[in-house]
């Protein structure tokens, strides 16, 4: 698995944008990147994956750069429901891989 | 539809009893997870089947550690003789397969929290 780079912890003013950064510089031609939120005492949650182009749900949007080395979660207009443990991580898209999710952002939405 | 349950949901054992927790997967995911996670970290990878065979245990710490899915549905994590070393939240995901094509996002369960003493 490429590994990932993610700071550990970031604020954001509730309404604001949150753009949580990740950096994946040994990222392989067919890595994915995905992002996954833990909310305290829930299991992780998927919320969005790309390949190279930047790709936007009803969750969040993802900015991949062309270099595929970096990329950044924005969440348009944080809500304190949206405090969290954030993780970056890269996988193959199908079959088999191994999941390494380190420690992620923990961001805290501020009222 | 449902999502992935767990049971149960908090687990307290004395140190040197068998614990058994279970994993109810989404219906039709080929693929499930065990994970383990601590106190202020990221999950870690236990083990991996595809259907009811087990196909990646490496992430198992010990031989106390032993994970079952027979009918490649419902998944049992066993572990024997629990240590205090062993407490910790365990997580079970699934998703729906490598031949799927789909992203492979996994679909995680609340997490059976386990406190050995």
């Known amino acids: 698995d490429a590994k990932t780079t993610q700071p550990p912890s970031m604020d954001c003013a509730e309404g604001r944008a949150a753009n949580l950064p990740c950096n994946h510089s040994t990222i392989s031609g067919n890595e994915y990147v995905y992002w996954y939120r833990q909310i305290h005492s829930q299991g992780p949650q998927y919320i969005i994956h790309?390949?190279?182009n930047n790709e936007t749900n009803e969750m969040a949007s993802l900015i991949i750069t062309e270099d595929r080395k970096s990329s950044t979660l924005i969440l348009p207009h944080a809500t304190l429901r949206d405090t969290a443990v954030y993780y970056c991580?890269?996988?193959?898209?199908?079959?088999?891989?191994?999941?390494?999710f380190g420690t992620g952002t923990k961001l805290q939405v501020i009222p | 539809g449902a999502g992935v349950s767990q049971s149960p949901r908090y687990k307290v054992a004395k140190r040197g009893q068998d614990v058994a927790l279970r994993c109810d997967p989404i219906s039709g995911h080929v693929s499930l997870f065990w994970y383990q996670q601590a106190l202020g970290q990221g999950p870690e990878f236990l083990t991996y089947?595809?259907?009811?065979?087990?196909?990646?245990k490496s992430g198992l710490p010990s031989d106390r550690f032993f994970a079952e899915r027979p009918e490649g549905s419902v998944s049992t994590l066993k572990i024997q003789r629990t240590q205090q070393e062993d407490s910790a939240v365990y997580l079970c995901?699934?998703?729906?397969?490598?031949?799927?094509?789909?992203?492979?996002?996994?679909?995680f369960g609340p997490g059976t929290r386990l406190l050995v003493l």
């Open positions: 089947f595809q259907n009811e065979a087990q196909l990646d």
């Open positions: 991580i890269v996988r193959v898209g199908g079959g088999y891989q191994k999941v390494t």
């Open positions: 995901a699934s998703s729906l397969g490598p031949s799927s094509g789909g992203p492979g996002a996994q679909y």
């Open positions: 790309g390949l190279k």
